[in-house]
């Protein structure tokens, strides 16, 4: 059975209840501590340090924007600011907020000094973004009330709370809102080690008794991603339930062949793009829509989550005449180019 551990003073970790074990969905291995939380070392201290401030002014944290990729902790530290700072969460959506008037009634129902968490806050209506200028700023908003020329705007006070937003596309939020968060933090991939630790600590919340040669195995196939390496191990372990025999790293390897992850961690869409780009474009380049067409895929998938993994990793670049092959994609899929450079070498002179 797993040795108990603990992350710095942080609650010793044991195996979840066995029916909560069987059902551990991301919240049940989400950390609950700035302790617990794995990596990003300079945004836990940038936070701990904004949160400490708060509490010895006894006033409400100052705003923060969260900004990175899917799957790394955004929503996880969302929720420990709320923790840490003992204070009630409220979550809602940029796409759940389409008119100012949702903003207004999250707004005016919030308690003194909850945090309201806006995930996706790139997806808000712009009418509402606007309204949470004021709001940030002041704890106001004003109320429309009426039309055309009898309209009159209500000043309606709020209780003061913190924004938590948390975005994948930064880039898409207007300056005014980006402006008034007190706090951005770009959360990175992880390495392996990171992810190693993530690893360990969910197999022991798991109950799974799984060596560090398995776990190393699986963190150097999850894009850097702590939600894919949860998802792995989840994989790994009902492998390993259902053949009873198979050891740790056999279990990796057979489970993760299974459900089509390669050695790089390339699933079954990252490998059609690039055998898209190879076999039928000739190593590119080939354009966005032309390659999402290709693979049956919408244009933001391929752009937003397939992508960014492939250029991080080395296997694609992104040019202005399109996406092109790199030698080591070339490499990787053993396509061998009958004797002419990779245009990728044309492409870089
Ligand atoms: N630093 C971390 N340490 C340990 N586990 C983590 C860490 N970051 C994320 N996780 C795990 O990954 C899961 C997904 O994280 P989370 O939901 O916070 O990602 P996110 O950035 O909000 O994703 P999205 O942008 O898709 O909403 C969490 O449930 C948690 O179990």
Redesign the pocket.
């Known amino acids: 059975m797993s040795e108990d551990v603990s992350f710095a003073g942080e609650p010793v970790l044991r195996p979840l209840p066995e029916s909560e074990a069987e059902l551990a969905f ?2 049940a ?3 609950r501590s700035l302790g ?5 070392s300079k945004v836990r201290g940038q936070l701990q340090l904004l949160l400490r401030a708060a509490a010895i002014q006894n006033r409400t944290p100052d705003h923060i924007l ?1 900004a ?12 420990i600011v709320a923790h840490e700072s003992d204070r009630p969460l409220r979550m809602s959506s940029g796409p759940a907020i389409q008119h100012a008037g949702d903003l207004a009634a999250l707004l005016s129902s919030l308690t003194p000094g909850e945090v309201l968490f806006i ?2 806050i790139h997806r808000m209506a712009r009418s509402a973004e606007e309204m949470l200028y004021l709001a940030m700023e002041d704890f106001r908003i004003d109320i429309m009330v009426g039309k055309g020329a009898g309209a009159t705007s209500i000043p309606l006070d709020l209780a003061p709370f913190t924004l938590v937003g ?1 975005t ?1 596309r930064s880039g898409l939020l207007p300056n005014p809102l980006r402006d008034r968060f007190g706090f951005t933090a770009h ?1 990175e991939f ?1 390495d392996e080690s ?1 992810l190693e ?2 690893l360990h ?2 197999s022991l919340l798991l109950g799974l008794d799984i060596d560090g040669r398995a776990l190393a195995e699986i963190a150097g196939r999850c894009r850097g ?3 894919i ?2 998802r792995l191990l989840r994989r790994v372990r009902d492998y390993s339930l259902v053949h009873d025999r198979v050891s740790g790293l056999d279990a990796v390897h057979a489970a993760l062949e299974l459900y089509d992850v390669d050695a790089l961690g390339l699933d079954r869409l990252d490998r059609a793009v690039m055998e898209i780009i190879l076999n039928r474009f000739d190593g590119g380049p080939v354009g966005l829509s032309t390659l999402a067409v290709s693979v049956g895929e919408e244009a933001e998938t391929i752009e937003s989550v397939v992508e960014p993994f492939l250029v991080r990793i080395g296997l694609l670049i992104r040019t202005p005449r399109g996406r092109v092959a790199t030698k080591r994609a070339w490499e990787h899929f053993g396509i061998a180019r009958a004797g002419a450079e990779t245009l990728f070498d044309s492409e870089l002179g």
């Open positions: 991301e919240g291995l989400r950390p617990e939380f794995v990596g990003q969260l990175g990729p899917p799957g790394l902790g955004k929503t996880t530290l969302a929720m995930d996706e948390a994948t959360l992880y990171e630790q993530v600590r969910a991603t702590p939600r390496a949860n």
